[in-house]
């Protein structure tokens, strides 16, 4: 049976080149359905040259909130009335909410992290970290990290320039953890065996899930947990590396749900329950598995 859609239906929606790829209308669907709420949530293909036309025209629609994904994380704050403080420390917005003087701009992202690794038991307070990547979400592990009063950081990024601009922005920020970067095969050199790794780049995501950062067992073997923030497929080789080294690990799938969940609450004013996120789960796994 279709929806049926009225003017009282709250319109929400992601925008991002390309899109087609996305799972978040699942996720907020399932959320919705089981909230009793009158919602629908649509893809938007927007095209970086168009983002500050359909920003002013998602918000004379009425369009309620939008997320925003890749590559518009950051060209989106500039047609914002306002970006929270965390977002603006990050520099990257992926979710907007409408408000009487326009479109205010957070990073759920963070949020989305922050609840998957306390769920899988992974500390980051007074940890090593090492990060692979230095784009897009890892300005968001980056400052995670630093809040949640990491010991240091190695941003370990192929381009090493830009992993020392995220080293120096939030090292700046956050002066009693130490922000390290350098090139990807400087892991070789690191001291220890207890480092909690955060994969943020895109190696390994679908079609591409033979790919990974770094494929050489001993680097996992310096490991005492992984996160990846991909979560199609569910399990990535970096993952799948990483268990068979008897490390502690967290898949992508729980950050994207968690950090869908805190938009959801900024659409709606409504907490799902723990019933609703449980199915919103279930939904995302079986699709991922199909």
Not at 56 to 72: D, E, Q, S, W
Not at 82 to 94: K, L, M, S, T
Not at 226 to 237: N, S, V
Request: proline residues 3%.
């Amino acid at each position: 049976m279709k929806k049926e859609i009225t003017e009282k239906t709250i319109v929400c929606g992601v925008i991002g080149d390309p899109i087609g790829h996305t799972l978040s209308p699942v996720v907020h669907s399932e959320l919705a359905e089981a909230m009793g709420l009158d919602l629908i949530y649509l893809p938007f293909h927007v095209k970086p040259e168009n983002l500050g036309d359909s920003i002013k025209g998602a918000y004379g629609l009425g369009i309620r909130g939008m997320n925003v994904t890749i590559p518009h994380k950051q060209a989106v704050m500039e047609h914002l009335a306002f970006v929270d403080e965390a977002a603006g420390a990050i520099g990257a917005v992926n979710t907007i909410v409408r408000r009487e003087e326009g479109y205010y701009g957070y990073n759920t992202d963070l949020t989305g992290l922050d609840r998957a690794l306390q769920e899988e038991q992974i500390r980051l307070a007074g940890a090593d970290v090492i990060m692979l990547g230095a784009g897009g979400v890892a300005n968001a592990a980056a400052y995670l990290c630093g809040s949640r009063q990491a010991r240091s950081v190695t941003i370990l990024n192929r381009t090493r320039s830009r992993g020392e601009r995220l080293a120096a922005v939030m090292g700046g920020q956050f002066p009693n953890t130490v922000y390290r970067s350098g090139a990807i095969e400087d892991w070789k050199s690191l001291k220890g065996r207890e480092y909690v790794c955060i994969q943020t780049t895109s190696l390994g995501m679908y079609p591409d899930t033979e790919a990974a950062v770094v494929t050489d067992p001993a680097f996992y073997e310096k490991l005492s947990a992984a996160a990846d923030l991909i979560y199609r497929p569910e399990k990535t080789r970096y993952i799948r590396l990483a268990e068979q080294a008897g490390v502690k690990s967290c898949g992508g799938l729980l950050m994207f749900l968690y950090q869908a969940v805190a938009a959801f609450e900024y659409f709606t004013g409504v907490t799902p329950s723990e019933e609703a996120v449980d199915r919103a789960k279930k939904k995302l796994k079986g699709i991922l598995r199909e």
